[in-house]
């Protein structure tokens, strides 16, 4: 981070993060002094302040309600292929076998939860990992917390996922069940009081760690995969630094660096993901018994169709997101530069 970023996050008190107003120091640098004037002609709030998370959960909504519900028909193809390779071979065949079978207007079943389900999680995702990076960076220091910072972005997306599945997990049971059993309830006002019925409050989260095991290692992927390959693009392609570029340049480089962190996401997360599908299809099964049952191949089903999917879906929630934060004139950190006093420790020009 620059020292001027660094040194307008260090005013933010963070012992408590939800404050509205950051405090600064009585004795602020000139740096700080400077940059804190800078902050309050260019930005609309400040960073870490209350309005700053409430803005970026917005961020999240947007990014990942609208995203995940424009692919609807894509997800529910990829998902019937999963539990059913047979009958729905690949993802053409897919789509034919569904639309001979239900119509064209099978392909938007299970958009209610889907929208519902990912808005409330984009909403955890993407805030908590603002705050979670802001307080793991404070924690490490400045210095480490740039020598670190992968690891940074790693535990920070984890945290924040964390919570986001909790807040993802009982609309995503709906969804699944909507789109994989025939003659199940075919929308979200029918299914959510029929689990509800039938099994309980623990039938909406019978599928929450095998969620944990596809959603974290996913956006753990999906964060710091998009911020590494945001400082590599600006170092090694975009031809000059970011603070000179436009701002739709920027949002350019964000688009691809979602799309590349994207595919390694789809990658990563797919076997887990299989699983959340088959277990939610079969009433009374574990994670385990899914898993043993499909096998290792079994578990890579639909990979394809999820590779287009994912790495479109990344590329535009972190394009969405990153344009809520330059319509709300939110504060956007530049790629991390080497903190003076370190390179100073290691002799660094």
């Known amino acids: 981070m620059s020292n001027s970023i660094v040194s307008a996050y260090r005013s933010n008190v963070f012992s408590n993060p939800f404050f509205t107003n950051a405090k600064c120091e009585s004795k602020a640098s000139p740096l700080r002094t400077i940059a804190a004037a800078a902050a309050k002609e260019e930005y609309s709030c400040e960073f870490g302040s209350t309005k700053f998370y409430a803005l970026c959960g917005f961020g999240g909504l947007l990014s990942c309600g609208l995203t995940h519900t424009a692919v609807v028909p894509l997800d529910m193809v990829k998902c019937r292929i999963q539990v059913d390779a047979a009958k729905y071979g690949g993802i053409v065949k897919g789509f034919k076998v569904t639309i001979a079978e239900e119509g064209v207007r099978a392909l938007a079943k299970g958009w209610a939860p889907t929208f519902f389900g990912y808005s409330m999680q984009g909403v955890c995702k993407f805030g908590f990992y603002e705050i979670f990076k802001i307080l793991y960076s404070d924690i490490l220091g400045e210095e480490n917390a740039y020598l670190w910072r992968t690891s940074l972005y790693l535990a920070a997306s984890a945290s924040a996922e964390f919570f986001a599945d909790i807040a993802l997990c009982p609309m995503e049971a709906i969804k699944v069940r909507i789109q994989t059993q025939p003659g199940w309830s075919t929308t979200l006002r029918e299914g959510f009081p029929r689990i509800m019925k039938e099994e309980g409050v623990s039938g909406f989260y019978k599928g929450l760690v095998p969620l944990w095991a596809r959603q974290i290692p996913y956006t753990m992927m999906k964060f710091a995969c998009f911020e590494r390959t945001v400082e590599v693009l600006y170092k090694y392609v975009v031809p000059k630094p970011r603070s000179e570029c436009t701002k739709p340049e920027q949002l350019v480089v ?4 979602g799309y590349i962190a994207g595919v390694f996401c789809a990658i990563v997360s797919h076997p887990a993901d299989t699983i959340v599908s088959k277990l939610n299809q079969a009433k009374g099964s574990n994670f385990i018994d899914v898993a043993k049952s499909l096998g290792l191949m079994g578990m890579w089903k639909g990979l394809f169709p999820r590779i287009i999917m994912i790495g479109t879906l990344t590329a535009l929630q972190w394009f969405i997101y ?17 903190p003076e006093s370190l390179k100073k420790k290691l002799g660094v020009n």
């Open 254 to 257: 964000t688009f691809a660096a």
């Open 322 to 338: 990153d344009s809520v934060k330059v319509a709300f004139r939110l504060p956007r950190p530049p790629p991390p530069e080497m």
